[in-house]
T-cell receptor, first 112, second 113 residues
Framework: DGGITQSPKYLFRKEGQNVTLSCEQN?????MYWYRQDPGQGLRLIYY???????QKGDIAEGYSVSREKKESFPLTVTSAQKNPTAFYLC???????????FGDGTRLSIL | SQQGEEDPQALSIQEGENATMNCSYK?????LQWYRQNSGRGLVHLIL?????REKHSGRLRVTLDTSKKSSSLLITASRAADTASYFC?????????????FGRGTQLTVWP
């Protein structure tokens, strides 16, 4: 079945550590997105990519980095510069921008 | 902010009743989308309505769009306990070359058996 796979489901970060969240899709979608969701909040866009080897900052990109070397993969690195990383992270993809997005089941990141 | 804002923030009803959620936005849009999120899961797309459309149906879901009031509503008829979830509206700003979605904070719907 086609879909988006995020891993791991739960992740713990130590102070000063970088961690990478995985996002893989087999839907052949060009566009991919990373969102952050805090309790009781909507989704805030971190980064998005319209095509391979290209990506743009969203509303809250500071302290995060991404790469888009393959169409299927869009990993997100939470760097030590992100001082408040505890949140639920969601990856999504769509055929093209402005079209309905398909979401993974998220990674919950916590601080040790 | 160009976000949609849902109203009410929380809604609690009995099975069989209808549930209505509203979304207001600030700028002209290309389309508006409704999503559902079960607790601890990703979002699932429900319906997309374009700016030149006024109403769309999908099963027990009915979405309306009033561009003059910059508002949309999602109606779930004959609700079931399984409809318990958060519901989000998201807008695509008209004329944007980037076409990204702007999400609201959601309405938490609880349907009691």
């Amino acid at each position: 079945d086609g879909g988006i796979t995020q891993s791991p489901k739960y992740l713990f970060r130590k102070e000063g550590q970088n961690v990478t969240l995985s996002c893989e899709q087999n839907l052949n979608h060009d566009a991919m997105y990373w969102y952050r969701q805090d309790p009781g909040q909507g989704l805030r866009l971190i980064y998005y990519s319209q095509i391979v080897n290209d990506f743009q900052k969203g509303d809250i990109a500071e302290g995060y980095s991404v790469s888009r070397e393959k169409k299927e993969s869009f990993p997100l690195t939470v760097t030590s510069a992100q001082k408040n990383p505890t949140a639920f992270y969601l990856c999504a993809s769509s055929i093209s921008v402005s079209q309905p997005q398909h979401f993974g089941d998220g990674t919950r990141l916590s601080i040790l | 902010s160009q976000q949609g804002e849902e109203d009410p923030q929380a809604l609690s009803i009995q099975e069989g009743e209808n549930a209505t959620m509203n979304c207001s936005y600030k700028t002209s849009i290309n389309n508006l989308q409704w999503y559902r999120q079960n607790s601890g899961r990703g979002l699932v797309h429900l319906i997309l309505i374009r700016s030149n459309e006024r109403e769309k149906h999908s099963g027990r879901l009915r979405v309306t769009l009033d561009t003059s009031k910059k508002s949309s509503s999602l109606l779930i008829t004959a609700s079931r306990a399984a409809d318990t979830a958060s519901y989000f509206c998201a807008t695509v700003v008209r004329g944007s070359t980037l076409g990204r979605l702007y999400f609201g904070r959601g309405t938490q719907l609880t349907v009691w058996p």
